[in-house]
């Protein structure tokens, strides 16, 4: 449903006052409400509870009790109480021998319990777990009685606990706390159409088409910002806004509404919208673009059809979700000095992108670096990223977007070391960051497929991989993506004793030998000949994966393409994330096997060797 309208204000989920905190979230309607704030070193929280027993509130690896960094508060005969917690299983939580949270304050009355509290972002202590610019997936829990010691707490039950995931250290002033409006803005509203929200699975995906209005000239968006219904902030979790830039029969699917969890079931013609043009996700922030930049529509190679994706989460199961939910664009009947670009940078989605069965970590990467050049060869001064949105499926675990000049790296433009691929939403940068013509950059994701027998392939389905990051920018140049794959020709090196010959510069090859393999594809030889459950072979494809020629693919709005092999980039200085000043510790982030002894690494050497053999072949 396109709701088309003058300008007006919107009026976000009402929440508790808190008017000294930066952010909020509602965990659960009209029933536990989250607002916090942060420094460099501290960050703030307080709940709010419809509740007058304990309130539980976690930090989890993976959503799970295990693992997590819980804390327990309450308020009894006028005292608060809090308490540093860990789990180690699904079961009653224990007390951390180091209570490195606060309590500042405490209170309850016949309805609600309210505690403030904080904690350093990184305690160094094993038990708590570090708060970063990665995804945090928050647990929560609360009880209608106190714990009946301050170490024995009854169990929650099944209804009143839940688990979300959130940027918690998004910067405060966004820029849509400043943002002016002009008087001539206009909106346009992109709804769901009374949804029926099946109860037969916790996670569903729901995917509407819009075609947009015809414009007289271009038009330029300027601000995105979320509808959801009152009484479903907990059932919505995200939007993403697909821009299609192909051309196909639009009115085939103008009124197009289904489920579309897995993407199984789509139109192809809907499955090739790809670019996102707006990502949001619980707990985030209105998208509002820089005062000299607009997104156009009406103008040559613009979107005139998207696509909207809503996640909604129904964990108990409801059949009576009916939801009409859906995003807001504004936009003015002008240009502003800037139109911006969104780009995709990394692998390229096809079957040359191949993440093999049983990797507790498995690293691949998509690099961006002569196409640059002669995209951005227009803009000698270089382009100015101020958004970017991290892609990868069900298997992925890490994504960065990496920028080198001259073999230099920089801060990343953006990472995410807890990755949730049911949580994504575009983070907007304090300041816009520059890209120069000669630049190079690198998309690299980190996967986990331990829990698959099979291999998984490049592709657009959920049960497939992506590594792609999308970053809008200005001013918009003829580049949409910019993408690179390993060539069949270096990866075929796992077998062998095959001999294949090859087309398309070793893109794709076929089996000329021994006899008996005469003709099988690459594809097959992944899937049938290659013993994945050997550990020696699995470091040795890691090694082909990292250190491969590649196939770069570049393409443009006005139907430019390039295509060329290049090589792994050398890099003389890789960038490592500041740590806290803790004794002796050391971030690992796994181990690979070097020969029959395991050895374990630090990110920074892992990142710094990522173009390097992993390994003697």
């Known amino acids: 449903m396109l709701v088309f309208r003058v300008l007006t204000l919107f009026v976000p989920l009402a929440i508790p006052s808190l008017a000294d905190f930066t952010h909020h979230v509602v965990l659960k309607d009209d029933v536990f409400f989250l ?68 309590l500042i304050s405490g209170s309850e009355n016949s309805t609600f319990t309210t505690l403030r509290f904080k904690r350093r972002l990184d305690t160094c202590d094993s038990k708590d777990n570090k708060i970063t610019q990665s995804t945090m997936r928050f647990i929560w829990a609360y009880h209608d009685s106190d714990p009946l010691t301050q170490t024995d707490f009854l169990y929650h039950g099944n209804v009143n606990r839940g688990a979300k995931s959130m940027f918690l250290l998004d910067p405060a002033d966004n820029p849509v706390n400043t943002v002016t409006i002009p008087n001539d803005a206009y909106t346009l509203e992109f709804l769901n159409n009374k949804v029926q929200v099946p109860s037969t699975s916790d996670t569903t995906y729901w995917c509407s088409g819009f075609t947009l209005p015809s414009f007289s000239n271009v038009h330029h968006m300027i601000k995105a910002e979320p509808i959801v219904q009152n009484g479903n902030a907990a059932l919505v979790r995200h939007f993403i806004v697909y821009a299609c830039n192909h051309q196909f029969n639009f009115t085939d699917h103008a009124n197009y509404s289904n ?159 807890n990755y949730d691929f049911n949580y994504q939403e575009y983070r907007y940068f ?134 060329n092999l290049i090589q792994k980039l050398q890099i003389s200085a890789p960038y490592k994330i500041p740590q806290a000043s803790c004794p002796d510790t050391l971030v690992s982030i796994g181990s690979i096997s070097f020969a029959d002894k395991p050895v374990y690494v630090t990110m920074a050497t892992i990142l710094c060797t990522l173009f390097s053999p992993l390994l003697k072949m």
């Open 35 to 102: 607002s916090w704030k942060f420094d460099n070193e501290t960050i703030t929280f307080e709940t709010q509870v419809r509740t007058t027993g304990y309130i539980g509130l976690g930090f989890s690896p993976n959503g799970g009790m295990t693992g997590a960094d819980i804390v327990i508060g309450w308020v009894k005969d006028g005292t608060a109480y809090l308490k540093d917690c860990y789990a180690t299983a699904m079961q009653m939580p224990s007390i951390d021998k180091s209570q490195d949270v606060e």
């Open 259 to 417: 489920d579309c969890t897995g993407r199984g079931n789509m139109p192809p013609d809907l499955e090739l919208c790809q670019q996102m043009l707006m990502a949001w996700a619980v707990g985030g922030e209105v998208q509002v673009y820089p005062e000299n930049v607009g997104f156009p529509f009406g103008g040559e190679g613009d979107p005139t059809f998207i696509l909207l994706e809503t996640h909604y989460d129904n964990p108990a199961l409801r059949n009576d979700y009916v939801d009409s939910s859906g995003v807001r664009f504004t936009l003015i009947p002008r240009r502003r000095q800037y139109d911006a670009g969104i780009m995709d940078v990394g692998v390229m989605v096809s079957r040359n992108h191949v993440i093999p069965p049983y990797y507790d970590e498995f690293y691949s990467w998509g690099q961006c670096s002569d196409c640059m050049e002669s995209g951005l060869e227009n803009v000698p001064l270089g382009i100015n990223v101020f958004a970017a949105v991290l892609h990868a499926h069900l298997a992925g675990t890490a994504i960065y977007l990496r920028h080198f000049r001259g073999g230099v790296e920089f801060p990343y433009l953006a990472y995410d070391e």
């Open 430 to 563: 304090k300041e816009p960051k520059k890209i120069m013509p000669n630049d190079d950059l690198v998309t690299h994701c980190k996967y986990r497929s331990s829990d698959r027998t099979y291999v998984t392939w490049g592709g657009l389905g959920t049960k497939e991989e992506m590594c792609l990051a999308f970053i809008i920018y200005y001013p918009r140049v003829n580049l949409t993506n910019c993408i690179s794959v390993p060539l069949q020709s270096e990866l075929i090196k796992i077998a062998p004793e095959l001999t294949s010959s090859s087309d398309d510069n070793g893109y794709s090859v076929i089996i000329q030998a021994p006899s008996q393999y005469a003709g099988r594809r690459f594809h097959d030889v992944m899937e049938n000949l290659v013993n994945w459950q050997d550990g020696k072979a699995r470091d040795r494809f890691q090694a082909l994966e990292m250190n491969s020629t590649r196939m770069q693919i570049c393409t443009g709005t006005n139907g430019y393409r390039h295509r």
